[in-house]
């Protein structure tokens, strides 16, 4: 299958959805990232789109696609971005697209959902990722990721000048991505997990015989 | 794998989720049917349990398991009801669950989703089904039920005493359920859809190789 | 009474409440539209117009206004189509305002909807319809059309150029309509209704005798 | 019209829906009352009783009900209750009802708005109103009650030993009840209103020339 | 402690938290006022700073920082409201920030609000307040504005020039803003109270010995 | 300040707000823990009574009161638990009570949530704390629990036949309460908190000079 990430930064994807996405590379589907923005506003763009470019290695992707905006200044190109992820969207035929929650605290998440949400209005499978800023996220799908957690841990290492960017002291963004992991797979009932809230998503009950994939 | 429907009346479970249950018991996974009462207040018990019968025989389930309480008398008996729902899955491991939306104008459908969500707290794959008198329902997943859309409709016709009950003249549920198909056929883009309401989804993407299934 | 309906692009108002539109206007009340685009995106604006026109026909309308911006553009003139939107309320004094739900995968649709929140702070009457892209809506408010269902599949036919657009293989918009009728009307305890979320209403009960009205 | 309109205790129905009753009264409409228990817990049943019989006469209703469940024991009883609803509805078939909004922190206004949701689901109009002690209410229908604020009033004073019982010191019922009307007004644009929420509303667009009503 | 309160117009503060200003402001806080428009629209801009700024001498205020935007207009400049905000915080260092709810019939509180939820994402305590547009506010924060109440009145009648102006015939904000009072204070459980949604909040139990303060 | 947590279990109230009730105990606040059920189901109850005494010891409480119910059986007896939780008030005068969230997979965190809105019903301060069972849990109030975060483990560590009984594989209780307290902290802004959703709450800005309390 092929599967669209996107995300408004350099290492929102890692944060949301990498442990995921890691785990069906490993099982030999199609990764794709669409990256909005350089990051400006968090680090030098020529830094930051390389750190974003040596994580995305782990994953293999098929692409790293740059959507060429201005870190924090996505609101205003709603429908710009729109066009461009259907664009994205035609080119791929995704089969499933994984992208910030509609709720942030950041204002380029926001806008960036929203967009999605339009862009992917006849794509099956949607699902909102979250992290450090999303707001009322009451999430119902996961992912175990006990087998890929490392390289998730790994991928985020890779934004080296991001990891110690919290904003809460003593803090690396490592420790927020763990404890985000256990808090979920709580919920999940398995020791680590991603969690989402499907816009869209069609159940694959797998096929007897093949229960242990 | 192993799915359990659970549903409060004969015909709840059709009305609910009978398209996905057929559309998996084709691809040879085992489907377990547990029905709380026998619906004395909508007909003869008797009747209605033979009714309940005759229609799983399309599933061709491992077994149709009877609650044994008494219609419209679930809400007093929640915690009896958590056990024994409890006793089933003990019984059964069921790996997928399907139940009642918690949010409905009838008291039993209620009672028993909310059974569940106890009885469940330790299963991975959870969905809330609706019917005709689901409230503030807005599914995220979705089953495309093209290809059993009219085994769904010969089960409800075996429950010949309640085609016609609608509440609503002129309407069978045979329209009701027709319609409810292609509504959320619409919101999950293909034809004929049942929509669920997840309270805990495990995604499962196929391995590559394996999407045509 | 002045009711105004307003629809982002050509036939979504005949998506969302032509049925009740219909209804009013045959018990002799205003009807007034507001299509904001000519819905360029979706085919030849001039065609689209064109057959906007002949299907509003049908219900006779004291005017159909256009708002003369261009389709998948409507979000970044929010403070424009406010002023827009008030102007028209300033002219015609509508008692009933009916635009699409705030929440829906269109960017145009929930624009327009915040627009119109906006706009109609002090009427009395505002109501949220639905169409094939609406999400999370838990409408409370509904009309029987079963009077009027016919002139609603008339009105969409007219729109030639969009009945087989629907994005499911199959699938005409009249089967959407049929269909969502039928679902919402089973909410509504009658055959067939538009349903409606409130923005804002306020309760008119008959006066004794004008019950049948 | 008949309006059905049920509380918990003595001056819950006058608190949350007095005014609509009263100017629908005055129109001609039948009213009906419920009152599930004589508020013992609040005051001498007997002196309950008669306060709300005192008051009831101001609305010249054609019957006020008593349900017969002790003050704050309700939630044990929701099947009787059900059943007790459903005989009255059966009895005087009302087109209106009014109930309890649904989250509160009384138990029994919890419990009675359930089995009234319940009891109704093949009513067209069901509305739910407020009290002091409920949660989370976004009232989206008015009524605008000038004319009968003072009826109103009188009502609540009828029941004179509750009057003070706001547990609010040097707060008397009736500031509240005035507040929330002007409070709700403000919202409906209207000086003086009762808000509720529908859980089934069908709209009643008055004929031309009967605006005035 | 330092307060920063933001409101989009002259006299939206006032509205909503200015009882709550007022007490801290006795107790010796530091407060500090942001408007963003002059509020043109709704009157002589040069009038009603004027009155902004009369109003705002019974807080005692530390500052009163205009941010310079146009009445009406706020919703295309998200990003640079993001920055002034930013650059308040930024200068003034603020432990509590008082700001318009998400959802507002005013395209100009939306805007604002969620301009300052980003703007604010790092800060401890941030608060939704409400006025006569608001909607869908569930506060579930109090402050008891009894010894301020009259404060938050004579504030309001400074804005000599919206007093009247609320829409309503024969309803001054002043009778708008007591009904409010009483209602939440009824919430609250005191005789008057402003009400808050938290955005995010910190507890602050006094210690033993202080809780008279 | 006197401060009852309320709680279904034994160790309940530690996962959900001891870290809390830790750090204003040592501020000298009285607390006092009301335990409904020896918790039966989960071990023996004489073994888990002594746990929780044991566990309690670390918050030096002025009183540890058992409820006398029993485990799993609490939603029969929702009127009972009023009455008592009501007692409970009345002896103790609180100024903050906590308690499980409303959304719970378990029967008897929901019936207890539920019993504690209607005894608490004129209580000024009242918070919903969370647990691994929680549903639908967007907490907006924030405790940091830096300086008591060892307290809690301890006490959760007290708790010894529960440590291990998470239903998930290798994850101790301990493992669950850390990630949730930095999962949450990230929330607030600080390292480690504790997270509340309000029922009701009033702000207490300390006063000036005291800020460092």
Same mark, same amino acid.
């Given at each position: 299958?092929?599967? +669209?990430?996107?995300?408004?930064?350099?290492?929102?994807?890692?944060?949301?959805?990498?442990?995921? !996405?890691?785990?069906?590379? &490993?099982?030999?589907?199609?990764?794709?990232? +669409?990256?909005?923005?350089?990051? &400006?506003?968090?680090?030098?763009?020529?830094?930051?789109?390389?750190? =974003?470019? %040596?994580?995305?290695? /782990? !994953?293999?992707?098929?692409?790293?696609?740059?959507?060429?905006?201005?870190?924090? +200044? +996505?609101?205003?190109?709603?429908? %710009?971005?729109?066009?461009?992820?259907?664009?994205?969207?035609?080119?791929?035929?995704?089969? @499933?697209?994984?992208?910030?929650?509609?709720?942030? $605290?950041? &204002?380029?998440?926001?806008?960036?959902?929203?967009?999605?949400?339009?862009?992917?209005?006849?794509?099956?499978?949607?699902? @909102?990722?979250?992290?450090? $800023? $999303?707001?009322?996220?009451?999430?119902?799908? @996961?992912?175990?990721? =006990? %087998?890929?957690?490392?390289?998730?841990?790994?991928? !985020? /290492?890779?934004?080296?000048?991001?990891?110690?960017?919290?904003?809460?002291?003593?803090?690396?963004?490592?420790?927020?991505?763990?404890?985000?992991?256990?808090?979920?797979?709580?919920?999940?009932?398995?020791? /680590?997990?991603?969690?989402?809230?499907?816009?869209?998503? @069609?159940?694959?009950?797998?096929?007897?015989?093949?229960?242990?994939?």
């Amino acid at each position: 299958m092929k599967i +669209l990430a996107i995300g408004a930064h350099p290492d929102d994807i890692e944060v949301g959805c990498s442990g995921t !996405l890691a785990k069906y590379a &490993q099982e030999g589907h199609d990764i794709c990232l +669409l990256v909005m923005t350089e990051g &400006q506003m968090g680090g030098k763009g020529v830094t930051r789109k390389k750190e =974003q470019i %040596q994580s995305s290695r /782990l !994953l293999k992707p098929r692409e790293v696609i740059w959507g060429g905006y201005h870190d924090t +200044l +996505l609101t205003p190109h709603m429908n %710009q971005m729109v066009s461009d992820i259907e664009a994205v969207i035609h080119k791929i035929s995704p089969d @499933f697209i994984f992208v910030h929650h509609e709720d942030d $605290t950041h &204002q380029d998440h926001r806008a960036l959902a929203k967009a999605t949400v339009s862009a992917t209005r006849y794509i099956r499978n949607v699902l @909102f990722y979250e992290g450090p $800023t $999303t707001r009322n996220f009451s999430p119902t799908v @996961f992912v175990d990721i =006990q %087998q890929t957690m490392e390289t998730k841990i790994k991928m !985020l /290492l890779a934004h080296r000048s991001q990891v110690q960017k919290t904003n809460i002291e003593g803090l690396a963004i490592t420790d927020v991505v763990r404890s985000t992991a256990v808090f979920r797979g709580i919920q999940g009932r398995v020791p /680590l997990a991603e969690a989402f809230a499907p816009l869209r998503l @069609f159940i694959n009950i797998l096929p007897t015989g093949r229960e242990g994939l």
